[in-house]
Structure formats: C-alpha cells, structure tokens
C-alpha cells in the first residue's frame, strides 16, 4: 500500500524568500508521484509529476521537485516565494493508472 | 478545451432534502473521480469510474451516497437523505487513458441545514 506525508500543515516565508514543502512517502513498487496546488475556492491544479524520467522535475509557476529514492521523499522548492503563491499543496502518489493517494496539505502563507 | 464541469458551484438544502451533484468529465478521459473536502478529513476519494464502470466505492461513507456514470460524458453524485455533517466541497475529476494525473473540477460547496 502507498502512503504519503507531508510534514507541517503551515508553512509561512517571507515574499523572496526559499520555499520548501516536504513530502515523504512510502511504495512498496516504484511510485508516481504528484504535487497539487489549491488557490481558495478553487480546485486542484497539477503542478508538476514525477513519472520515472529525470528525478528533478519542473513545474508551472517556477516550482520545482526532486525525487529521492534513499530518503523515499519528493520535496516542493521554489527559490524566491511570491505573494501570488498563497494557496494550500498538495503531495500524492500511486503506482498505476487510476487511484491516487493524497497527502494532508500544507498551507503556504506568504508574508510582504 | 474546456475542463472537467461541476454543477451546482453551490448548493444549500436543508436536511433531509435530497442532494445531487453532477460532473462532466474532459472529453476523451476514461477515469472519472468523486472526492470531498472538509477542514477535519482534508480531501478524501469517495468513489472512483473507469470506462463507466465503479471500480472502487469503498471511500463512500454510508449508503446515503450513491454515485452514477450512464455515459462517458456525465456522473452523479446523489446524497439521500443529506445531513449536516455532508457539508464539504465535492470535487470531480478525471484521467486521460493510460494517464496518471488527474485533472480537477471547481468543485461543488454543499451545506445541509
């Protein structure tokens, strides 16, 4: 079975300052893995995907992943946060079409 | 291309009322998913459709809910009868064939009274 964690519900930075979300998660096969971003009151977007090509993935809005097999973790960064990047992200993984499993969310706030 | 559709984007009933919620997924995708969202439970997966077909329903948390995809084109979501505690926002979704990810709704915001 596939679990994901994301460590730390909130995350707060100040505007240009580094972003970094964490996600771990736990495949018994070789996952894919997905990090979603939801802006209030609207649905999830894709931000990027891990799908076995490259481990360092880029994605929309100058986010960034790197997916490390040793640390079972796909952490979020993106090097300089901007105030249009207050929203909630989400990490999920699954290992064939279909079902995805989803992290808790981390709330990233961003200060001026 | 337009993405995956939800209606209502809001909806307020009172309880007992039934409640049904309805989805047009993105042309051509064969998955079709049902999740709901509260601040309690985050985003959990209700019910997921490939082809038509219930593949898994074990996320639909009792027998008030029922969920229904007559055609590649259209699912619904019916809830009867509704209770306070389903108030959430329901997400539709959808995937490509031999796609991973997933491609969300704008969700639908139920309260029950």
């Known amino acids: 079975a596939q679990s994901v964690t994301q460590l730390g519900s909130h995350v707060s930075v100040s505007e240009g300052a580094l972003v970094l979300l964490r996600c771990n998660y736990s495949?018994?096969?070789?996952?894919?893995l997905f990090w979603y971003v939801q802006y209030p009151n609207q649905g999830l977007q894709l931000l990027l995907k891990?799908?076995?090509?490259?481990?360092l993935v880029k994605g929309i809005n100058g986010f960034e992943a790197e997916f490390k097999k040793s640390e079972t973790s796909f952490h979020l960064t993106k090097p300089s946060a901007h105030m249009s990047d207050a929203a909630e992200y989400f990490c999920a993984v699954t290992t064939r079409v279909g079902k995805l499993i989803f992290g808790q969310g981390t709330e990233l706030s961003v200060k001026p | 291309d337009a993405g995956v559709i939800q209606s209502p984007r809001h909806e307020v009933t009172e309880m007992g009322q039934e409640v049904t919620l309805r989805c047009k997924p993105i042309?051509?995708?064969?998955?079709l998913f049902w999740y709901r969202q509260t601040m309690m439970r985050g985003l959990e997966l209700l019910i997921y459709?490939?082809?038509?077909?219930?593949?898994?329903d074990s996320g639909m948390p009792e027998d008030r809910f029922s969920a229904k995809m007559p055609n590649a084109s259209f699912s619904t979501l019916k809830i009867q009868p509704s209770e306070p505690r389903d108030s959430a926002v329901y997400f539709c979704?959808?995937?490509?064939?031999?796609?991973?990810?997933?491609?969300f709704g704008p969700g639908t915001r139920l309260t029950v009274l």
């Open positions: 042309s051509g995708h064969d998955y």
């Open positions: 891990y799908t076995s090509a490259a481990t």
């Open positions: 459709f490939n082809n038509n077909v219930p593949i898994d």
């Open positions: 979704a959808s995937s490509p064939p031999r796609g991973n990810e997933q491609f």
């Open positions: 495949s018994s096969v070789p996952p894919y």
